[in-house]
């Protein structure tokens, strides 16, 4: 079975300070990784994906993930924060025979000015 | 951009009460997804329905659940005895194609059980 877990339930960085929540999953086969977002109130948005291709995979709004097999990471970082980024975001897996999505129970990241 | 859409975005109902989730998923997407998300827990998958039947469907998804596509265009989750651990937010999502192929959330319906 697949499953995600997500280090920290709340990260607060500075406004322009790097940003990284992690993430590591664990599959008994090849996996497709996501990320996704959820702003105040709204659904949840596709931040990035990786399928298999390029491990390091660049998203929406300056993220990006590198898929790191050894370590069975996915981890999400952003070189610099803005406001906007505060928001919850979820890691999630998927394999190719099923098509649920399995999340993890999300990093609520806080922006401080 | 299109998106996906849910009817009411909170529902308070009786335990014991029938509700029904709308749903009205991008236009042209063939997959349609339940997922719900109790208060400080995981967002969980219910269902999943293609071609107009089940194609994988969770244990929580019970006989008490179920879910149809009554027209071309909306997505229905029905609970038909709600209890109060059917308190969460519930989403809706829909792909163009199965497997790994991004899927689009709605903004879910809250529903709490009294």
């Known amino acids: 079975a697949q499953s995600v877990t997500q280090l920290g339930s709340h990260v607060s960085v500075s406004e322009g300070a790097l940003v990284l929540l992690r993430c590591n999953y664990s599959?008994?086969?090849?996996?497709?990784l996501f990320w996704y977002v959820q702003y105040p109130n709204q659904g949840l948005q596709l931040l990035l994906k990786?399928?298999?291709?390029?491990?390091l995979v660049k998203g929406i709004n300056g993220f990006e993930a590198e898929f790191k097999k050894s370590e069975t990471s996915f981890h999400l970082t952003k070189p610099s924060a803005h406001m906007s980024d505060a928001a919850e975001y979820f890691c999630a897996v998927s394999v190719s025979r099923d098509d649920k999505i399995i999340f993890g129970k999300g990093t609520r990241l806080h922006i401080l000015p | 951009e299109p998106e996906v859409t849910q009817t009411p975005s909170h529902q308070v109902t009786q335990m014991g009460q029938e509700v029904i989730l709308r749903c009205v998923p991008i236009?042209?997407?063939?997959?349609f997804y339940w997922y719900r998300q109790i208060l400080g827990q995981k967002v969980e998958f219910l269902v999943s329905?293609?071609?107009?039947?089940?194609?994988?469907k969770s244990e929580i998804f019970d006989d008490q659940f179920s879910v149809e596509r009554p027209d071309g265009s909306n997505f229905t989750l029905k609970i038909r005895s709600t209890k109060l651990e059917d308190s969460a937010m519930y989403f809706c999502?829909?792909?163009?194609?199965?497997?790994?192929?991004?899927?689009?959330f709605g903004p879910g319906t809250r529903l709490l059980v009294l």
């Open positions: 990786y399928t298999s291709a390029a491990t």
């Open positions: 329905f293609y071609n107009n039947e089940i194609s994988e």
């Open positions: 999502a829909s792909s163009s194609q199965g497997g790994w192929e991004t899927q689009y």
């Open positions: 236009s042209n997407h063939l997959y």
């Open positions: 599959s008994s086969v090849p996996p497709y």
